[in-house]
């Protein structure tokens, strides 16, 4: 079976080999779009639009395959933040993040093909999304600044990098470390072994 | 101010490096006598016996120096478990685990002392844990077998690394995910701040 992970984030390229699966990166453009402002829905809807889009494209190949797609927002204050657009919006969720707790909540969708020649029929997919709670040591201006200077929190939701420099100013989590990464690696394992 | 880390394990040294600190390794045989089992003594009680073996091998040196030691150990059922001895230990520990939570405890103990030149009395010391709760997905004894099979249980106490293969099985934490790795870097920043 081709495994094929749906994301070109190198993070959630790294915590898929980290459990020891052999899998190939394919990505489509997809036009995100997705109408909710409730983390859980948003970001299971955002996984499967990536997972369908790279999975259409493999149609007619005939073989066994396993399409993942992964989507990560933070939630905050009823706020969500994605990607920072520049360095000011950085330091602007960066503050609204230190000195308190908020929530990562990642969704994943699975899409299943058996092999085309045994039965063309035979497609599964699944959605499924983990929430883990980050708890944050307050942070200064010039801690802000010297951290978003670093370049680290430019290409990640909510502008940090949990497993970078920014450890520094975490206190604990609850939940899976990896969702907060980007992909939950123990779930996303459980949900697929059966097709191993 | 030179910081000394006083282990010679590769997880501490990798996460010490990851918030940014700049140090050197330097470990001193030390006999760990602890007669305490009750974990958060233990641990702090081990570091301090790291931390302070590779304080007094640099007396006399006059510089300002940092000497940071840690003990890890996992607590489950009232059991303290330090590294597998072997394979059979290995499995034994994990078959404890799976399918349940249990306790990581590390001690962390900093011993600061200021220039000699300027004053040879300031030493400074302190000693801190840091406890995190880790869940173990269900593992079957085949699973069991191929981790161990793998060799990662063998150097690691409680006979898993959480940041390796192993986080297949793993469904979530509430504490410190670095703490579980072995050095719970966000505390030991804060704790010494105000020393950089």
Known sequence: MR???????????????????????QVSDVEEKVSTTIPYYLVQGLSRQKAEAVFHALAGTGEEILVIGADTVVSCDGRILGKPENSEHAKEMLRLLQGRSHEVYTGVTLL??????????????????????????????????????TGDPLDKAGAYGIQGICARYISGIEGDYNNVVGLPVGRLYQEMKDWL
């Open 3 to 25: 495994i094929i992970l749906a994301s070109a984030s190198p993070r959630r390229k790294e915590l898929l080999a980290q459990v020891g699966l052999v899998f190939e990166v």
């Open 112 to 149: 299943h093909r058996a092999s085309e020649a045994e039965n063309t029929s035979s497609i599964e997919g699944k959605s499924f999304y983990e929430t883990t709670k980050v708890n944050f040591y307050p942070m200064s201006e010039a801690e802000i600044d010297d951290y978003v200077a």
